[in-house]
């Protein structure tokens, strides 16, 4: 693009979106008099709108999708040629990207063995729901089906899945939702003193142990699965502290609880591996992704298991009732994984881990030189480009920014030219961090740009 238009070339396109469309997480009162915002075009990091307006994405899409940048050709062309010699067929038959992807993507999974395709992340976080109901069923006489779930994280926005939510304002008039989900308590370390009993000291291993508490409480033996995301998303960017994730491991392997780790954010090199929880070390039974398997070229999602889990679903091929009776539409389909190979193709050819953690350190310390500058940060926090800028309005208290403030910075910044996102509809009066989760093709320059806006911002609302 190269901004050379008339103020009304997609005035239609305008008149239809505000006529017809219902936009995704907005109010759109605003519509009646203004105009919705119109993406036209996109060539790596950058955006145009319907006015020509070029703009820097440092969230990947909005919601942490786009992890090669925008315009990739050849992944266009994979989808392209492949959709022309078969687009699809039911999940009962393979495919060659299907079969070729699921092959590729177990190699950067050691220990897990079997995918599963679907459409969106809630989809495939039901899938990994679903295949815990019904091992509860098969061992368990229906005993062992609860799922725990963490105070902040998100899993998707189906009832099922936010049945499983921590994220009050999210679910908020959306109940009453499923049974047999069990809350347990955050591990955000920053906001450990609003939790009672939390040590000055080992703090992740505490963390930890409040989930052992509620195991305990329920009873383990109606426990089947603990879901949780390697690093909270819009909960807030929250990374583990440290020993929490070898604690939780420990935990699940001492009552027989399967560990279901929600990659829908973090999955395909977001903090810098390909997969959220290498960063940890530990040993998944369940994992679930999707945004960044293929970069927004195409749907597709995926609920990654180990051998043994696939195992309880063949045992006994006399029963009618003895294999994963699921099925998702569009995981039949084959552009997902066309494109979800050429994803990784180019991840790995361009070096984009290394780059992701080289980038993702320059922007944290970018964020912490604001920091000495603006009382109003009281937190950076991120793994690679995965990163969150927490606002208060005292850093002695920790009092949350309002959420009026905080969308002030976001507004600013978008005038800027230079698109960031915050803490959406998630906790009640918690709203106030910032996040950035640019794609993993980021230069140097691009990092620089984006915190240089956001330096101004914060000059101008806080002034």
Same mark, same amino acid.
């Given at each position: 693009?190269?901004?050379?238009?008339?103020?009304?070339?997609?005035?239609?396109?305008?008149?239809?979106?505000?006529?017809?469309?219902?936009?995704?997480?907005?109010?759109?009162?605003?519509?009646?008099?203004?105009?919705?915002?119109?993406?036209?075009?996109?060539?790596?990091?950058?955006?145009?709108?319907?006015?020509?307006?070029?703009?820097?994405?440092?969230?990947?899409?909005?919601?942490?999708?786009?992890?090669?940048?925008?315009?990739?050709?050849?992944?266009?062309?994979?989808?392209?040629?492949?959709?022309?010699?078969?687009?699809?067929?039911?999940?009962?038959?393979?495919?060659?990207?299907?079969?070729?992807?699921?092959?590729?993507?177990?190699?950067?999974?050691?220990?897990?063995?079997?995918?599963?395709?679907?459409?969106?992340?809630?989809?495939?976080? &039901?899938?990994?729901?679903?295949?815990?109901?019904?091992?509860?069923?098969?061992?368990?006489?229906?005993?062992?089906?609860?799922?725990?779930?963490?105070?902040?994280?998100?899993?998707?926005?189906?009832? *099922?899945?936010?049945?499983?939510?921590?994220?009050?304002?999210?679910?908020?008039?959306?109940?009453?939702?499923?049974?047999?989900?069990?809350?347990?308590?955050?591990?955000?370390?920053?906001?450990?003193?609003?939790?009672?009993?939390?040590?000055?000291?080992?703090?992740?291993?505490?963390?930890?142990?409040?989930?052992? &508490?509620?195991?305990?409480?329920?009873?383990?033996?109606?426990?089947?699965?603990?879901?949780?995301?390697?690093?909270?998303?819009?909960?807030?960017?929250?990374?583990?502290?440290?020993?929490?994730?070898?604690?939780?491991?420990?935990?699940?392997?001492?009552?027989?609880?399967?560990?279901?780790?929600?990659?829908?954010?973090? /999955?395909?090199?977001?903090?810098?591996?390909?997969?959220?929880?290498?960063?940890?070390?530990?040993?998944?039974?369940?994992?679930?992704?999707?945004?960044?398997?293929?970069?927004?070229?195409?749907?597709?999602?995926?609920?990654?298991?180990?051998?043994?889990?696939?195992?309880?679903?063949?045992?006994?091929?006399?029963?009618?009732?003895?294999?994963?009776?699921?099925?998702?539409?569009?995981?039949?389909?084959?552009?997902?994984?066309?494109?979800?190979?050429?994803?990784?193709?180019?991840?790995?050819?361009?070096?984009?881990?290394?780059?992701?953690?080289?980038? /993702?350190?320059?922007?944290?310390?970018?964020?912490?030189?604001?920091?000495?500058?603006?009382?109003?940060?009281?937190?950076?926090?991120?793994?690679?480009?995965?990163?969150?800028?927490?606002?208060?309005?005292?850093?002695?208290?920790?009092?949350?920014?309002?959420?009026?403030?905080?969308?002030?910075?976001?507004?600013?910044?978008?005038?800027?030219?230079?698109?960031?996102?915050?803490?959406?509809?998630?906790?009640?009066?918690?709203?106030?961090?910032?996040?950035?989760?640019?794609?993993?093709?980021?230069?140097?320059?691009?990092?620089?740009?984006?915190?240089?806006?956001?330096?101004?911002?914060?000059?101008?609302?806080? *002034?």
């Amino acid at each position: 693009m190269d901004g050379t238009f008339n103020d009304n070339d997609y005035s239609k396109v305008v008149d239809a979106d505000r006529a017809h469309v219902w936009h995704h997480l907005i109010q759109h009162k605003g519509f009646e008099t203004g105009e919705p915002k119109i993406i036209i075009e996109g060539k790596d990091m950058k955006v145009w709108d319907q006015h020509g307006k070029e703009h820097i994405d440092a969230v990947s899409g909005g919601v942490w999708t786009v992890n090669v940048g925008y315009g990739r050709e050849s992944i266009a062309n994979a989808v392209r040629d492949q959709l022309v010699k078969m687009n699809f067929f039911g999940g009962t038959t393979g495919s060659i990207p299907g079969a070729m992807f699921a092959e590729k993507l177990i190699t950067k999974m050691p220990g897990m063995s079997r995918v599963y395709y679907a459409n969106s992340g809630s989809e495939a976080n &039901e899938k990994g729901f679903k295949i815990v109901r019904q091992i509860a069923h098969k061992r368990y006489g229906g005993k062992k089906h609860k799922i725990l779930y963490r105070d902040r994280d998100y899993h998707g926005s189906t009832i *099922a899945s936010m049945s499983a939510g921590g994220q009050d304002e999210r679910n908020a008039q959306y109940g009453p939702f499923a049974p047999g989900f069990i809350r347990v308590p955050h591990c955000m370390e920053y906001r450990k003193h609003e939790q009672d009993g939390a040590p000055e000291e080992e703090y992740g291993v505490w963390a930890a142990n409040q989930i052992e &508490e509620v195991i305990l409480r329920e009873g383990a033996d109606t426990v089947g699965a603990l879901c949780l995301e390697p690093v909270t998303a819009g909960g807030g960017v929250i990374t583990p502290p440290e020993g929490y994730w070898e604690r939780v491991q420990e935990i699940c392997k001492k009552y027989d609880v399967l560990l279901h780790i929600d990659e829908v954010v973090c /999955g395909v090199g977001r903090t810098g591996t390909w997969f959220g929880y290498q960063n940890y070390g530990i040993k998944p039974d369940i994992v679930t992704m999707a945004k960044g398997v293929a970069s927004g070229y195409a749907a597709i999602s995926c609920c990654v298991t180990t051998e043994e889990v696939f195992e309880m679903f063949k045992d006994d091929s006399s029963d009618p009732l003895n294999y994963f009776r699921d099925i998702s539409t569009f995981g039949g389909c084959t552009a997902g994984p066309a494109a979800a190979l050429e994803n990784m193709r180019i991840i790995e050819d361009e070096g984009l881990l290394d780059n992701t953690l080289l980038m /993702g350190d320059r922007m944290v310390a970018n964020l912490n030189v604001l920091a000495e500058k603006y009382p109003v940060i009281g937190d950076v926090r991120g793994k690679g480009l995965f990163i969150g800028a927490e606002l208060v309005t005292d850093r002695t208290t920790k009092e949350p920014m309002s959420e009026k403030m905080v969308g002030a910075v976001v507004a600013d910044c978008m005038a800027q030219g230079v698109i960031i996102g915050a803490t959406n509809r998630s906790i009640p009066g918690k709203n106030n961090t910032l996040c950035f989760s640019p794609a993993l093709i980021a230069t140097a320059d691009d990092i620089d740009q984006i915190t240089n806006a956001v330096d101004q911002a914060l000059g101008r609302v806080f *002034a």
